[in-house]
């Protein structure tokens, strides 16, 4: 019966071995993306604390007269106050229909630097000190060393939608499969073999030595790597997600946002006054999230992460009407539905920041290992097709034997 597994274990890791390899490396360095980030930009996201902070629109009218090309959807507050304040800008529409589509792809930074994908709309976040209004810096993640990494991991560099993402995505189902079969390989005969399979013998010649690496590190890291492997089907397929809110009984539709009274001629609130009204529902947040309604009757929406959430996805939102700043209504995290609760915990447990630092380390550890992996294994197979080949003296054939008994 091991035989068999042997063989599907290996066949499959031939298969998916590069692009398991390509996951692991990439999903490692974005592990720590935004602790890098932040530790090597401080000028961008920090300033000096001042006196007096300027209001939103304040800031918002200095952005409008240093930066006119832009319309601003969003902001975004921290409640750290040596925090920038993050405004969300988007190229304004050309009034010409071809020179607006010619002029989306220069504004996104062009393809060389990572288009926005199909159906996005490009745009960029401005830092902004609150105490002097001044833009500290106007950025793209699409065209960062970050996004290429993000984009090699999610879909081989070919975007939303490209053969990469399905290819990423049956790698990653492959690799569900490689870890179960591989814990059956390890799964020991006795309690001689269970010691030997626990430890790596380093004093041993380099072949042993890479079969140890392979098989003990394989099984401490095999629950993480499934874990990890698993919730990243939830961005490859569909049908996962149409999964969890099956299993879970809940409908994929989020429940619907209030609409604002329209108000003919009327002008919606300020950033100010709607920020005001969300602090009556929550005085205290780590940040607050606004979004500038789209059209005429949609509500203002802000998003707030409490100060002790379950997770950094686990905000509550608040609608607000756009002409008097009524609060329409909330979605507290809590009363989402079971399904967009357990989904929403899909990225930070993949990603490893579920548990903040701790939980980092390990998950870029076993990212790390789960590199050498394919090319331990392939050493493995290597050694293996030579020894058949070159034909074995008895005492070889006889060492080579107890060892394939321990793996």
């Not at 393809?111 to 994908?117: H, Q």
């Not at 490859?236 to 149409?242: A, I, P, R, T, V």
């Not at 500038?292 to 686990?314: F, I, M, Q, R, W």
């Not at 050694?383 to 054939?397: E, L, S, V």
């Amino acid at each position: 019966m091991k035989v068999f597994f042997r063989r599907i274990h290996l066949y499959l890791s031939l298969a998916a071995g590069l692009v398991i390899l390509v996951c692991c490396l990439t999903g490692a360095i974005l592990v720590f993306e935004k602790d890098l980030q932040m530790a090597l930009n401080k000028d961008r996201y920090y300033v000096e604390q001042g006196t007096t902070r300027l209001g939103l629109d304040q800031l918002a009218a200095g952005i409008k007269a240093s930066h006119p090309q832009f319309k601003i959807n969003g902001v975004k507050v921290y409640d750290d106050p040596t925090r920038s304040v993050e405004f969300n800008v988007a190229p304004k529409p050309k009034k010409d229909k071809g020179e607006q589509k010619a002029a989306a792809p220069a504004a996104a930074g062009g393809k060389e630097k990572g288009a926005a994908p199909k159906g996005r709309q490009p745009g960029f976040t401005l830092f902004v000190n609150p105490y002097t209004g001044q833009v500290l810096e106007q950025y793209s993640y699409r065209e960062t060393f970050f996004y290429q990494v993000f984009a090699l991991h999610r879909w081989l560099l070919g975007g939303e939608g490209s053969i990469g993402k399905y290819i990423v995505g049956v790698s990653t189902l492959i690799f569900l499969f490689i870890l179960l079969t591989g814990i059956i390989l390890w799964w020991p005969r006795t309690r001689t073999i269970m010691k030997q399979r626990l430890s790596i013998k380093w004093d041993a010649n380099w072949k042993r030595i890479n079969h140890d690496f392979h098989l003990v590190f394989g099984f401490y890291s095999a629950i993480f790597l499934f874990i990890f492997a698993f919730t990243g089907l939830a961005w490859s397929f569909e049908w996962f997600n149409k999964g969890i809110y099956t299993v879970t009984g809940s409908s994929m539709k989020p429940p619907a946002p209030p609409k604002s009274d329209y108000v003919a001629e009327a002008k919606p609130i300020s950033f100010d006054k709607a920020l005001a009204a969300t602090r009556t529902v929550y005085p205290q947040a780590s940040f607050y999230n606004l979004s500038a309604p789209k059209d005429s009757t949609e509500a203002y929406t802000v998003s707030a992460l409490g100060l002790d959430p379950a997770h950094e996805s686990a905000t509550d939102a608040v609608y607000l009407d756009q002409y008097s700043g009524t609060v329409l209504g909330q979605l507290p995290f809590a009363e989402r539905s079971t399904g967009a609760k357990a989904r929403s915990f899909f990225k930070p447990v993949h990603t490893g920041s579920i548990w903040g630092t701790p939980s980092k380390i390990i998950a870029f550890i076993v990212c790390l290992l789960g590199v050498t992996f394919p090319i331990t294994g392939t050493i493995m197979w290597i050694n293996r097709i030579r020894k058949k080949k070159k034909g074995q003296p008895a005492t070889a054939r006889a060492q080579t034997a107890q060892l394939e008994e321990v793996a």
